[in-house]
């Protein structure tokens, strides 16, 4: 079961007594398409309330739930709404946070990109994986470098970080796939498994520039501890 934000809900209810959901955009839990579910809720209730509809894409159906019904100020009744199955969200790598070399600007964008990927809008996704890229290639060069063409950045790299040849292979690649989404072609406009390879490759990225590191740390210092410890004995 998972919780339906009130932004993927495309149209509520006309009534006066309850706002709730007429219209949800959401991912199938059954075949993963994000579709509209149309609800019609056919009876009334004050504390909880269900009501299923087929998705427009495999047929299947997913149930809904309208539960934890309160008052507001306007003297409407709001609620939460949740669906079931559950499609899995990807979410961002673990252990990514801000530091001094990852922004708060690099983590919403990266938020960004995986929330766009959930959608299903994948032109959208790949866009923003190669918008990111961008962020970590300027963090990684100095101010001089950061405003030639990324292809160009990504060849003047090899010289500033630690980026070996299958990393810089891997960056190019999301930077190809992000233009495939950028620039409008009839015939080529990238798909699930285009932007699921490009989205992936960002996570091996970010994990290997930015958690691996850290990682590496800890393990130091736990042994250094370690060590310390049977020194004391
Ligand atoms: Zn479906």
């Given at each position: 079961?998972?919780?339906?934000?009130?932004?993927?809900?495309?149209?509520?209810?006309?009534?006066?007594k309850?706002?709730?959901?007429?219209?949800?955009?959401?991912?199938?839990?059954?075949?993963s398409?994000?579709?509209?579910?149309l609800?019609?809720?056919?009876s009334y209730?004050e504390?909880?309330?269900?009501?299923?509809?087929?998705?427009?894409?495999?047929g299947e159906?997913?149930?809904?739930?309208?539960v934890?019904?309160?008052?507001?100020e306007?003297?409407?009744?709001?609620?939460?709404?949740y669906?079931?199955?559950?499609?899995?969200?990807r979410?961002?790598a673990?252990?990514v946070?801000i530091?001094?070399?990852f922004?708060?600007?690099?983590?919403?964008?990266?938020?960004?990109a995986v929330?766009?990927?959930?959608?299903?809008?994948?032109?959208?996704?790949v866009?923003?994986?190669?918008?990111?890229?961008?962020?970590?290639?300027?963090?990684l060069?100095?101010?001089?470098?950061?405003?030639?063409?990324?292809?160009?950045?990504?060849e003047?790299?090899?010289?500033?970080?630690?980026?070996?040849?299958?990393?810089l292979?891997?960056?190019?690649?999301i930077?190809?796939g992000?233009n495939?989404?950028a620039?409008f072609?009839?015939?080529?406009?990238?798909?699930?498994?285009?932007s699921?390879?490009?989205i992936?490759?960002l996570?091996?990225l970010i994990e290997y520039?930015y958690?691996?590191?850290?990682?590496?740390?800890?393990?130091?210092?736990?042994?250094?501890?370690?060590?310390?410890?049977?020194?004391?004995?």
């Amino acid at each position: 079961m998972r919780f339906i934000e009130p932004k993927n809900i495309a149209k509520y209810q006309d009534s006066n007594k309850y706002k709730i959901a007429k219209s949800v955009d959401f991912k199938c839990g059954h075949c993963s398409r994000t579709v509209n579910f149309l609800l019609v809720w056919d009876s009334y209730n004050e504390s909880s309330m269900f009501t299923s509809s087929r998705c427009s894409g495999c047929g299947e159906e997913s149930r809904f739930y309208f539960v934890e019904i309160k008052e507001n100020e306007q003297e409407t009744l709001t609620g939460d709404l949740y669906i079931s199955p559950s499609a899995e969200l990807r979410r961002i790598a673990d252990g990514v946070e801000i530091t001094e070399k990852f922004s708060s600007s690099m983590l919403r964008a990266y938020n960004s990109a995986v929330n766009v990927y959930n959608l299903g809008e994948w032109s959208g996704a790949v866009v923003l994986c190669r918008r990111l890229l961008e962020g970590i290639t300027k963090s990684l060069l100095p101010e001089s470098e950061q405003n030639k063409p990324l292809n160009k950045q990504l060849e003047v790299i090899a010289g500033h970080a630690e980026l070996q040849k299958p990393l810089l292979t891997l960056a190019h690649a999301i930077r190809i796939g992000g233009n495939l989404g950028a620039h409008f072609d009839l015939e080529r406009e990238p798909d699930e498994v285009v932007s699921k390879y490009i989205i992936d490759m960002l996570d091996y990225l970010i994990e290997y520039l930015y958690v691996l590191p850290k990682r590496i740390e800890e393990l130091h210092s736990h042994i250094e501890e370690l060590s310390n410890k049977n020194s004391e004995r």
